[in-house]
């Protein structure tokens, strides 16, 4: 029965029970909640410097010289990077750019392409 209850996300009882097909109630403070839909309203949108939302797979360009450390040359403005990976942390994007190998970028520093 334990594994039927989940916490409230309102009030953070631990009463939340199941009413069917996905959806829980909590007896304290008569909120509903469907815990798929919650978890995909928390994961945030990464947006490029133009405000578009990116996404796994896009391709974005380099708006602006970007230094890498331990190269001799920076990542030049306008370079097209292919097939990027979103990620967490400060650097949310994951990609291989090509003459530099794989690293992580910043959104506020690409657009879509």
Same mark, same amino acid.
């Given at each position: 029965?334990?594994?039927?209850?989940?916490?409230?996300?309102?009030? $953070? %009882?631990?009463?939340?029970?199941?009413?069917?097909?996905?959806?829980?109630?909590?007896?304290?403070?008569?909120?509903?909640?469907?815990?798929?839909?919650?978890?995909?309203?928390?994961?945030?949108?990464?947006?490029?410097?133009?405000?578009?939302?990116?996404?796994?797979?896009? %391709?974005?360009?380099?708006?602006?010289?970007?230094?890498?450390?331990?190269?001799?040359?920076?990542?030049?403005?306008?370079?097209?990077?292919?097939?990027?990976?979103? #990620?967490?942390?400060?650097? $949310?994007? %994951?990609?291989?750019?090509?003459?530099?190998? #794989?690293?992580?970028?910043? %959104?506020?520093?690409?657009?879509? #392409?």
């Amino acid at each position: 029965m334990s594994d039927e209850m989940k916490p409230c996300p309102e009030c $953070n %009882s631990p009463y939340g029970y199941s009413l069917g097909s996905g959806v829980y109630a909590c007896p304290e403070c008569d909120f509903q909640w469907n815990p798929a839909e919650q978890a995909a309203a928390e994961t945030p949108k990464i947006l490029d410097a133009n405000g578009n939302e990116l996404h796994d797979g896009d %391709s974005v360009i380099v708006i602006k010289n970007l230094p890498v450390k331990g190269a001799p040359k920076p990542i030049k403005a306008g370079t097209k990077v292919k097939n990027i990976r979103l #990620a967490e942390g400060d650097h $949310n994007i %994951s990609c291989k750019i090509e003459g530099f190998g #794989a690293m992580g970028l910043k %959104s506020e520093f690409v657009r879509k #392409a």
